[in-house]
């Protein structure tokens, strides 16, 4: 299994990003896919995760209304749109994934992993 994901950089408080994360060597249907995210001396955090029909999302609580996650299964790609971004949310962001179709939110329950992609966010 392969995580990779794209995006990240260098924006101001109140714009956007966009971060993508492709998976390939599984059968995408099979695969909960989640972000997370894990600034300096902190724990990661599950930003969001969705299934694979897109009918569950669950977002953490400090992104909600401002963070949007979607899954193109035909493109084994999960796109998370964030908006209104704060120096809160600068962080290195992951994509994890798990063979299965419950939701589970602690990064602890994920396997596989992509490599990380900075986010920055300056005041």
């Known amino acids: 299994v392969q995580l990779q994901a794209y995006g990240g950089g260098l924006v101001q408080a109140g714009g956007s990003l966009t971060l993508r994360c492709t998976v390939s060597?599984?059968?995408?249907?099979?695969?909960?896919v989640g972000w997370f995210r894990q600034a300096p001396g902190k724990d990661r955090e599950l930003v969001a995760t969705i299934s694979w029909g897109s009918k569950n999302r669950f977002y953490g609580d400090s992104v909600k209304d401002r963070f949007t996650l979607s899954r193109d299964n035909n493109g084994n790609t999960v796109t998370l749109q964030m908006n209104n971004l704060k120096p809160e949310d600068t962080a290195v962001y992951y994509c994890?994934?798990?063979?299965?179709?419950?939701?589970?939110?602690?990064?602890?329950?994920?396997?596989?992993w992509g490599q990380g992609t900075l986010v920055t966010v300056s005041s």
């Open positions: 060597g599984v059968t995408f249907r099979d695969y909960l």
């Open positions: 994890g994934g798990r063979t299965g179709v419950m939701m589970v939110t602690s990064p602890l329950q994920y396997a596989d």
